[in-house]
């Protein structure tokens, strides 16, 4: 029996009582308060909105001294100071929108004890007057948030974050640190622990799988895509639901396609709309007035759906959203799972609907050649939080792909263990009847002609090639003196989309991204001259797959 483990806990369930106004820990929370409190370091992964804060502010208010919280975001240490300041504990921050005088004053009071937790942005922690400062008080921990930021295989790298491994060794007493995140990467992980400099820390995985939203992929023609959501938001009418969209431009031509064909479907079944729009659309492009009314709309339950960008969501807190429909593939799993988690809050069943197609992934693929205008970044840096992001984007397509349980997929991807491999109830995998289909000879025609072409032009020609097309735009290539040309002129021209994708995704091909992505040989392709080749995918059978099965029909009263 360990009593001090008790003692602690005992302390720490009265804090987060006495100070938080909550009666129990979530998972992971007592763990990680318990080693801080220990005086071991802590990584911890959690979600965003699991409740990563408690994890620090418990340990902060009962150890003596004060603890350091780093955090990227200057809007949101003033929203953790002011809460903490309402219940109770003593905080503060110091940093660049404060006047000289003003900063001097909190560090003042900080040396003086009157204070427990001081915010800090990383800049901050450059200066000679916070290096002064932090060799004279008691530092006892340093909670660094957003932790992956330290890490350039992560999505959002600074450069900032790269100092604080040096800060934390050059304290006189060295303090616990407590790192936290919600991005999981074996490799950003391996970054947090290294660059920031933490020893032996406890590693907590916890609270990925939110049980109650029903995770649903379909792969959709663009063109079917705006009929689809209408007629979903058509049958949902009573329902709050947001909608993501790739650009500005689409979340307003998505959001009039619904205030004007979503009554008419209703109508046309029988049933009453009330009056005012359906839809709004809120993204960045938008004046500061109109998005804050289009929030408040939404929040209020005047508008039942927000057509976004995800510049939509960022403390937003509405705990009845039942839907989240994403119209295009996001950049990453992480990306996915912040924006389709702000679906069920409450804890009710909600449903988080990705829409997605090969151009999806095309599109994507191109972006990753933007810009990175936030970091003065060195071409090698550069090259690195391209892969990075290329890996990312590989992992989303993995979960459009996957015919694996959905909830699994993603709660393995960010690292939590412990599920029993058994299919789920909320998911369109599990109970999904999957065909395999034998491809082998498609995927080898598709080898031959990027061969034919000696690796030098894209996907698009790769599938017109095969097929045997006269298109102007391939004279120059000369195809109809290449073995391949016409070989698959049978061939559905989707299943030939569709393989040569799978084959990327596989690693049997390689699209190497640019102005014009150029299909090039993976690390596999050797495989597909053998002559034991074989390969299968499996897909959804179609008679279930037609439309999701949500075409707008009955249940409207
Ligand atoms: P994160 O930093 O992980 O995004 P927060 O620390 O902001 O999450 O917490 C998210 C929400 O959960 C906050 O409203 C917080 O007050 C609440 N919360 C955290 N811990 C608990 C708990 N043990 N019981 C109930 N609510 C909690």
């Given at each position: 029996?360990?009593?001090?483990?008790?003692?602690?806990?005992?302390?720490?369930?009265?804090?987060?009582?006495?100070?938080?106004?909550?009666?129990?820990?979530?998972?992971?929370?007592?763990?990680?308060?318990?080693?801080?409190?220990?005086?071991?370091?802590?990584?911890?992964?959690?979600?965003?909105?699991?409740?990563?804060?408690?994890?620090?502010?418990?340990?902060?208010?009962?150890?003596p001294?004060?603890?350091?919280?780093?955090?990227?975001?200057?809007?949101?240490?003033?929203?953790?100071?002011?809460?903490?300041?309402?219940?109770?504990?003593?905080?503060?921050?110091?940093?660049?929108?404060?006047?000289?005088?003003?900063?001097?004053?909190?560090?003042?009071?900080?040396?003086?004890?009157?204070?427990?937790?001081?915010?800090?942005?990383?800049?901050?922690?450059?200066?000679?007057?916070?290096?002064d400062?932090?060799?004279?008080?008691?530092?006892?921990?340093?909670?660094?948030?957003?932790?992956?930021?330290?890490?350039?295989?992560?999505?959002?790298?600074?450069?900032?974050?790269?100092?604080?491994?040096?800060?934390?060794?050059?304290?006189?007493?060295?303090?616990?640190?407590?790192?936290?995140?919600?991005?999981?990467?074996?490799?950003?992980?391996?970054?947090?622990?290294?660059?920031?400099?933490?020893?032996?820390?406890?590693?907590?995985?916890?609270?990925?799988?939110?049980?109650?939203?029903?995770?649903?992929?379909?792969?959709?023609?663009?063109?079917?895509?705006?009929?689809?959501?209408?007629?979903y938001?058509?049958?949902?009418?009573?329902?709050?639901?947001?909608?993501?969209?790739?650009?500005?431009?689409?979340?307003?031509?998505?959001?009039?396609?619904?205030?004007?064909?979503?009554?008419?479907?209703?109508?046309?079944?029988?049933?009453?709309?009330?009056?005012?729009?359906?839809?709004?659309?809120?993204?960045?492009?938008m004046?500061?007035?109109?998005?804050?009314?289009?929030?408040?709309?939404?929040?209020?339950?005047?508008?039942?759906?927000?057509?976004?960008?995800?510049?939509?969501?960022?403390?937003?807190?509405?705990?009845?959203?039942?839907?989240?429909?994403?119209?295009?593939?996001?950049?990453?799993?992480?990306a996915?799972?912040?924006?389709?988690?702000?679906?069920?809050?409450?804890?009710?069943?909600?449903?988080?609907?990705l829409?997605?197609?090969?151009?999806d992934?095309?599109?994507?693929?191109?972006?990753?050649?933007?810009?990175?205008?936030?970091?003065r970044?060195?071409?090698?840096?550069?090259?690195?939080?391209?892969?990075?992001?290329?890996?990312l984007?590989?992992?989303?397509?993995g979960?459009?792909?996957?015919?694996?349980?959905?909830?699994?997929y993603?709660?393995?991807?960010?690292?939590q263990?412990?599920?029993?491999?058994?299919?789920?109830?909320?998911?369109?995998?599990?109970?999904?009847?999957?065909?395999?289909?034998?491809?082998?000879?498609?995927?080898?025609?598709?080898?031959?002609?990027?061969?034919?072409?000696?690796?030098?032009?894209?996907?698009?020609?790769?599938?017109?090639?095969?097929?045997?097309?006269?298109?102007?735009?391939?004279?120059?290539?000369?195809?109809?003196?290449?073995?391949?040309?016409?070989?698959?002129r049978?061939?559905?021209?989707?299943?030939?989309?569709?393989?040569?994708?799978?084959?990327?995704?596989?690693?049997?091909?390689?699209?190497?991204?640019?102005?014009?992505?150029?299909?090039?040989?993976?690390?596999?392709?050797?495989?597909?001259?053998?002559?034991?080749?074989?390969?299968?995918?499996?897909?959804?059978?179609?008679?279930?797959?037609?439309?999701?099965?949500?075409?707008?029909?009955?249940?409207?009263?």
């Amino acid at each position: 029996l360990d009593l001090s483990g008790m003692t602690d806990n005992t302390a720490a369930l009265g804090a987060l009582k006495r100070y938080f106004g909550y009666d129990s820990f979530r998972p992971g929370q007592a763990g990680i308060v318990d080693t801080l409190l220990a005086g071991r370091d802590v990584l911890g992964v959690m979600p965003t909105g699991a409740g990563k804060s408690v994890c620090y502010q418990i340990p902060a208010v009962l150890m003596p001294g004060i603890t350091v919280v780093i955090s990227p975001l200057i809007s949101l240490m003033r929203d953790q100071v002011d809460g903490l300041n309402d219940a109770g504990v003593p905080a503060a921050f110091v940093n660049g929108t404060q006047a000289p005088d003003e900063q001097g004053m909190v560090l003042a009071q900080a040396a003086a004890g009157q204070i427990k937790l001081l915010y800090v942005a990383p800049e901050r922690l450059e200066t000679t007057r916070f290096r002064d400062f932090a060799a004279r008080v008691p530092i006892s921990l340093v909670a660094v948030d957003e932790a992956h930021c330290v890490s350039q295989w992560g999505q959002d790298f600074r450069s900032s974050y790269l100092g604080i491994g040096e800060f934390i060794a050059g304290l006189p007493a060295r303090p616990v640190v407590g790192a936290f995140t919600a991005t999981a990467t074996e490799r950003v992980r391996r970054d947090v622990v290294g660059l920031l400099g933490l020893r032996n820390p406890a590693v907590t995985v916890t609270g990925f799988d939110r049980p109650n939203l029903y995770f649903d992929v379909l792969n959709m023609e663009s063109k079917h895509k705006a009929a689809w959501v209408a007629s979903y938001v058509a049958e949902h009418a009573e329902e709050s639901g947001i909608i993501y969209c790739a650009t500005r431009k689409d979340t307003e031509a998505l959001a009039a396609t619904l205030n004007q064909s979503v009554p008419q479907l209703r109508e046309a079944k029988g049933a009453h709309t009330a009056a005012g729009p359906i839809a709004v659309a809120y993204h960045g492009g938008m004046l500061a007035d109109e998005r804050n009314r289009a929030q408040a709309d939404f929040v209020a339950d005047r508008v039942p759906v927000v057509v976004a960008t995800n510049a939509f969501g960022m403390g937003i807190d509405k705990s009845n959203v039942r839907y989240v429909i994403h119209h295009n593939m996001p950049e990453s799993i992480e990306a996915y799972y912040q924006e389709a988690g702000r679906a069920g809050r409450d804890g009710e069943p909600s449903r988080c609907t990705l829409l997605w197609n090969e151009s999806d992934i095309v599109t994507r693929r191109r972006l990753l050649d933007g810009d990175y205008e936030n970091e003065r970044l060195s071409p090698e840096e550069q090259e690195i939080v391209r892969m990075a992001k290329r890996r990312l984007l590989d992992g989303m397509v993995g979960y459009c792909r996957t015919t694996d349980c959905l909830h699994r997929y993603m709660t393995r991807y960010f690292g939590q263990e412990g599920d029993d491999g058994s299919p789920c109830t909320a998911c369109s995998n599990c109970g999904q009847t999957f065909e395999t289909i034998d491809v082998t000879n498609i995927a080898r025609a598709i080898s031959q002609c990027v061969h034919d072409v000696d690796q030098r032009v894209g996907s698009g020609k790769i599938v017109k090639i095969l097929r045997g097309s006269k298109a102007q735009d391939l004279a120059w290539l000369n195809p109809e003196a290449m073995p391949t040309f016409g070989m698959l002129r049978d061939v559905n021209e989707a299943r030939v989309r569709d393989v040569l994708s799978q084959m990327a995704t596989d690693g049997f091909l390689f699209i190497a991204e640019g102005r014009m992505p150029i299909v090039r040989f993976g690390v596999r392709a050797g495989e597909t001259i053998a002559a034991d080749f074989h390969y299968e995918i499996k897909r959804v059978r179609r008679s279930s797959a037609a439309t999701g099965g949500t075409a707008f029909g009955g249940g409207v009263g």
